[in-house]
Nanobody, 122 residues
Framework: QVQLVESGGGLVQAGGSLRLSCAASGRTFSSYAMGWFRQAPGKEREFVAA????????YYTDSVKGRFTISRDNAKNTVYLRMLSLEPEDTAVYYC???????????????WGQGTQVTVSS
C-alpha cells in the first residue's frame, strides 16, 4: 500500500513557475514508477509526465515537453514536477500516482493522491 500526498499548487500568472511535490508513505517507494496527471474542469484526466523507479527514464506529454521536468528523490520518498513557462491551459488539478513499472495510462496506476490545484491566470 502506498499513500500519496501532493503539495505545491497555487495561483500563478502566465509565464510563471511552480514546483509540485508528492510525498509517499511506505518503505518501497523506490520500487514504484511515478506519474503526474491533471484534470481540468469538464475534461478527462490526462497524462502529464512519468518517471521510472530509478529516475533515469522519463516520459512527457507533448504539450509540456521543454517546460515541465519530473524528478524523484528516493531517499525522501518524494517525486517532483517542476513547471516553467506556465500557460492558462495548464490550469487543472494535478495528481500524482504510483504503479510497478513505467506506464502513461491513468487507468494503469494503482495508487493516487488527492490532488493539488494549479491555476494559471492570463
Amino acid at each position: 500500500q502506498v499513500q500519496l500526498v501532493e503539495s505545491g499548487g497555487g495561483l500563478v500568472q502566465a509565464g510563471g513557475s511552480l514546483r509540485l511535490s508528492c510525498a509517499a508513505s511506505g518503505r518501497t517507494f523506490s520500487s514504484y514508477a511515478m506519474g503526474w496527471f491533471r484534470q481540468a474542469p469538464g475534461k478527462e484526466r490526462e497524462f502529464v509526465a512519468a518517471i521510472n523507479w530509478s529516475g533515469d527514464n522519463t516520459y512527457y506529454t507533448d504539450s509540456v515537453k521543454g517546460r515541465f521536468t519530473i524528478s524523484r528523490d528516493n531517499a525522501k520518498n518524494t517525486v517532483y514536477l517542476r513547471m516553467l513557462s506556465l500557460e492558462p491551459e495548464d490550469t487543472a488539478v494535478y495528481y500524482c500516482a504510483a504503479r510497478k513499472g513505467l506506464r502513461v495510462g491513468a487507468h494503469e496506476y494503482d495508487y493516487w493522491g488527492q490532488g493539488t490545484q494549479v491555476t494559471v491566470s492570463s
